[in-house]
């Protein structure tokens, strides 16, 4: 999490402004009414939520939930993978974006160790649970990391998604000249490896994948910045504390707790019929292309602040 949010003298939500596993259940439920089968659980740093596995096991129960995965940094995986295999989650996202030390530290904010990620990710892969692994690549930074992290996945029998730099929230001091561009990232990797495209597995998939022809796994690449996808993006985005995001680059969101609570505005609960409706007619009439007017917003030197990734995750 970004040192310039989070510093010593942040004040972090009280456990009542949090939503609680029931409140969560409840939305999850009319999520997967309003056409979500994947759900993720993400952050910030899931895993430092409390009997997350109860968490888990609640949600892979509810009818309509075919995929549930959980974005970690990994840290605390040798101590809970295990546990989540056996209470049914699908998978891990795991953010690594470099092999090498002193690059790692630089993207990391100096915090965390290379050795901890992988053996997070090597518990979560002897617990049975399928690795993704995703690498941000910032021009002069970390380009030079795309073929050892490459060669390091193929190893692991994981998955790797190359991510395009992006000006999510307003703190990464992002720049148009700091993206190192999806067609670069699949030159990079056509250098060494002979590589297949793969068709997409449903509309709306965010990475274009391919596929490694000596049959060493696949790779993908998110390339939201030179080639976006707000048209068929179906991803929305619940904080901890309830509000909902219909992008990942909004200002703003719409919260839900006091509807789920009873509290101000509203004069009592709503149910989940209710909540169905509301949040339904709030999908429908989403207007959100951020990363299609970006070039147009950076021009017009329009600095609405975004929300922070670690309040959303990716």
């Not at 690594?96 to 990710?121: K, N, P, Y």
């Not at 190192?180 to 509309?203: C, G, H, M, N």
């Amino acid at each position: 999490m970004p040192a310039e949010v989070f510093g010593s003298d942040h004040t972090f939500l009280k456990r009542n402004q949090l939503l609680t596993f029931d409140e969560l259940e409840s939305l999850v439920r009319v999520f997967v009414r309003c056409g979500a089968s994947k759900i993720r659980l993400t952050g910030g740093e899931p895993l430092l939520r409390k009997n997350v596995p109860e968490l888990v096991a609640r949600l892979k129960a509810l009818d309509g939930v075919q995929d549930l995965a959980l974005t970690t940094n990994a840290i605390l995986l040798p101590k809970f993978a295990l546990g989540l295999a056996k209470v049914g989650l699908d998978r891990v996202n795991v953010s690594l974006d470099a092999l090498d030390r002193a690059v790692f530290q630089q993207m990391s904010g100096g915090r965390g160790e290379v050795e901890t990620v992988a053996a997070g990710i090597e518990a979560a892969l002897s617990a049975g649970l399928p690795v993704k692994v995703n690498m941000v690549v910032e021009k002069g930074v970390n380009e030079t990391e795309i073929l050892p992290m490459a060669q390091a996945a193929r190893e692991w029998g994981v998955t790797l998604r190359f991510i395009e730099f992006m000006d999510v929230g307003n703190v990464n001091h992002w720049e148009a000249g700091k993206v190192f561009p999806a067609k670069a990232i699949l030159e990079t990797l056509q250098s060494r490896w002979k590589l297949k495209p793969v068709d997409p597995a449903y509309r709306g998939e965010v990475a274009r994948r391919y596929r490694f022809q000596d049959g060493g796994g696949e790779i993908g690449i998110i390339s939201s910045v030179t080639q976006p996808f707000c048209q068929d993006c179906s991803r929305a985005r619940l904080s901890a504390d309830g509000q909902l995001y219909t992008c990942l680059f909004a200002s703003t969101g719409v919260p839900l707790r006091p509807a789920l609570r009873g509290e101000p505005p509203f004069g009592s609960q709503l149910n989940e019929e209710e909540l169905y409706g509301w949040i339904h007619d709030i999908w429908n009439r989403r207007e959100d292309r951020y990363s299609e007017l970006r070039n147009e917003i950076l021009k017009q030197k329009i600095h609405a602040p975004k929300i922070e990734m670690s309040y959303i995750g990716g």
